[in-house]
């Protein structure tokens, strides 16, 4: 689980891209490229390539499809999370990755 300086820190880093974002008047960087969406895969034969079940990555799915936000769902195992998940977020998902910034917590991930 995230420490609570990791996530005040995404807070910050995620109020300073919206405040960016906001000033220039355009919202083109982030619906330019696709999101990745991290979430908990589902169980059975498929694998790493079903959709879990999480309330939490469901809330996320539900607001980017509100706001119009392209994304690319990668369901994640024990064994197929990203290093930087892992490392800096202790495998945490929900969890976001766009360009170089990355979040957890699905209310970050929802307002992003």
Known sequence: ???A???DADRQRWRALKDKTAASGTTEDVASSKILL???AGPGDEGASAIG???YA???RVALEEKGVGYVL???TLYNKPL?????YGGALPAISHGTEQ???SEICAQY
């Open 58 to 60: 469901q809330y996320v």
């Open 1 to 3: 689980m995230p420490t």
């Open 103 to 105: 979040y957890v917590e």
């Open 84 to 88: 930087w998940l892992v490392q800096q």
């Open 74 to 76: 990668k369901p994640c």
């Open 53 to 55: 079940d999480c309330p």
């Open 5 to 7: 300086s990791v996530l």
């Open 38 to 40: 991290y979430l908990k």
